[in-house]
Nanobody, 119 residues
Framework: QVQVQESGGGTVQAGGSLRLTCAVSGSTLINYVMGWHRQAPGKERETVAA????????YVADSVRGRFTISRDYAKNMVYLQINSLKPDDTAIYYC????????????WGQGTQVTVSS
């Protein structure tokens, strides 16, 4: 069973940057997709980026494209989300989760890491 643990959140000023880290363990990941998701207070959870573990093919949501970059370190079993030019609207809890390729649903959610952007 896959387990994930997010880290790297914090409070930053608008215009700043953060790199979130997702440490992944517990299973062979070759057939998995790793996703970063966020949920702001009063809003639905949204998937902001995803990456296929084996090929490293990426998806980034239109709403954050150009500012968010997802990557993975194959050797360290880590997935990263680089967030640049942070905006107050980026304030949310950011979660890492996985899903099997071809599956619609993510599972093995982490506890999340809080990102707060001050104006």
């Amino acid at each position: 069973q896959v387990q994930v643990q997010e880290s790297g959140g914090g409070t930053v000023q608008a215009g700043g940057s953060l790199r979130l880290t997702c440490a992944v363990s517990g299973s062979t990941l070759i057939n998995y997709v790793m996703g970063w998701h966020r949920q702001a207070p009063g809003k639905e959870r949204e998937t902001v980026a995803a990456i296929t573990w084996s090929e490293g093919r990426t998806y980034v949501a239109d709403s954050v494209r150009g500012r968010f970059t997802i990557s993975r370190d194959y050797a360290k079993n880590m997935v990263y989300l680089q967030i640049n030019s942070l905006k107050p609207d980026d304030t949310a809890i950011y979660y890492c989760a996985v899903k099997m390729r071809g599956s619609a649903n993510y599972h093995s959610w982490g506890q999340g890491t809080q990102v707060t952007v001050s104006s």
